[in-house]
Each structure stands twice: as C-alpha cells, then as structure tokens.
C-alpha cells in the first residue's frame, strides 16, 4: 500500500499547496529517497535537494469536505477513487490502486477549478 506521495506528485503539489501541509520529506540520497518529518523551520536534513512529502492523512485534510474516498472491488483488485459533490459541482477521480494516487489527482483537479 502506498503511504505517501511519489517525487513526481510530490513536486507538483509542491507548486500549489503550502508546504506547511506536508507532513514528510523525500531527501535524495543516492537512488532511493528516505521520508522524515518536516518541520515549521525547515527540513530535518542538511540535503538542499528535500523535496515535501504528504502522507495520505495529510493529505485527506486537505480535501474539502464533499470530497469522500470510496473503495471498490474489481477485476481481483481493489481500486480507490475520490468523489465531490457541492451544490452544482460533481467531480470525481478516475481508479486508482492506491487512495494516495486519488486524493492527489482530485486536489489537483480541485485546484485547477479554483475550488482547492
């Protein structure tokens, strides 16, 4: 299960969230990157290339409240995918194996809308 955002989701939410909200880092050292904590007053590292991270509880916070995250049972997988529904407005994601995969393509979504 994955728990938390991938370099390339990481970089791009990056861009349009504050980076406040990320609870995590990835801080490249070598080929794989290694999470930590991040802090109000930097990151907990001396690595200039840390990137901010969001779990999938951070990233949960994020999401407004009429979004919701549904799991459904498929071809012998489990597929997650987030749904919003305000007033007028119904988006929803397309499935995904992972919920963290979700709830970043919906916050993208919703910022690209101006709703995030």
């Not at 991938?6 to 990157?33: C, H, R, V, W, Y």
């Not at 951070?58 to 549904?70: D, K, M, Q």
């Not at 919003?84 to 979700?102: G, I, P, Q």
């Amino acid at each position: 299960m994955k728990g938390f955002t991938d370099l390339e989701q990481s970089k791009k939410l990056a861009k349009i969230l504050p980076l406040e909200s990320a609870d995590m880092f990835l801080a490249l050292n070598g080929t794989l990157p290694v999470m930590s904590k991040y802090i109000d007053d930097g990151f907990v590292t001396a690595d200039d290339t840390a990137v901010p991270c969001w779990s999938l509880a951070a990233l949960y916070n994020i999401l407004p409240l009429p979004c919701e995250i549904h799991k459904q049972a498929g071809d012998d997988s489990i597929y997650y995918y987030v749904e919003y529904t305000d007033k007028d407005k119904y988006l929803y994601t397309e499935r995904h194996k992972n919920s963290v995969d979700a709830c970043v393509e919906m916050i993208i979504k919703l910022y690209e809308i101006n709703l995030l």
